[in-house]
């Protein structure tokens, strides 16, 4: 087994397959895990010349806890510019679950234990 199939066990897909870990803050209570998103441009954008232009702001999420751990995802979304037009692109991410501030998978889990 992989190491990034490892990572597909204790974190959501999308953090595995479009963003890296850039860094790491461990402490008894809690686990921060920073991310940045890889420099591919969206597939649907295949065809324009894109300029990556950096990030937009970070946003911090709560994920499942690790071994007794509160952990916090720090995520920073890339965003590109059409040569050509001056557009900004970016993709359309559903990382956090609606009126929460933690991943969809973890409100659903918790959403389920309290039935």
Known sequence: MTSIELL??????FLVEYFEVVSANNSEETLHLYFEEKNQPPK???TIALV?????????IQDFPLRGKLV???????RWTNKDTKE???????????????????ASFL???NR
Not at 8 to 13: G, R
Not at 52 to 60: M, N, Q, R, V, Y
């Open 8 to 13: 597909k066990f204790m974190l959501p897909d």
């Open 44 to 46: 649907e954008f295949n």
């Open 88 to 106: 900004i692109i970016k993709r359309d991410w559903q990382l956090v679950a609606k009126g929460t501030r933690m991943t969809q998978e973890f």
């Open 111 to 113: 959403k389920e234990i």
């Open 52 to 60: 990556s232009k950096g990030f937009l702001d970070e946003i911090t």
């Open 72 to 78: 916090y995802l720090h995520i920073k979304h890339r």
